[in-house]
Nanobody, 118 residues
Framework: QVQLVESGGGLVQTGGSLRLSCAAS??????????LGWYRQAPGKQRELVAS???????SYADSVKGRFTISSDNAKNTVYLQMNSLKPEDTAVYYC??????????WGQGTQVTVSS
């Protein structure tokens, strides 16, 4: 059974940095994975895509985080990361990791809270 576990969230001041990790168990990132994405959902808002990375390491970002966030993956560790710099209060949200697969339904993690204080 494939599971995703996020970590690295917390409370940080405006302008600070955090690195989120999403560790996959039960599946290797190099097999059967179309892409991995980081999403976020703020209170009262819809979940939105923040960044994604394909199995061939092609990345894409939401306009709101371009130049501040970086997504990367380490296949040896079966982990995908989201480096977040120059954080703003509007980045406050629960951040989720999602795995899209060639075979099987999407897999979501449980989420990790990121709070940016002004």
């Amino acid at each position: 059974q494939v599971q995703l576990v996020e970590s690295g969230g917390g409370l940080v001041q405006t302008g600070g940095s955090l690195r989120l990790s999403c560790a996959a168990s039960g599946s290797r990132l190099s097999i059967n994975v179309i892409n991995l994405g980081w999403y976020r959902q703020a209170p009262g808002k819809q979940r939105e895509l923040v960044a994604s990375i394909t199995s061939s390491d092609t990345t894409s970002y939401a306009d709101s985080v371009k130049g501040r966030f970086t997504i990367s993956s380490d296949n040896a560790k079966n982990t995908v990361y989201l480096q977040m710099n120059s954080l703003k209060p509007e980045d406050t949200a629960v951040y989720y990791c999602k795995m899209a697969r060639h075979v099987g339904s999407d897999i979501w993690g449980q989420g990790t809270q990121v709070t940016v204080s002004s």
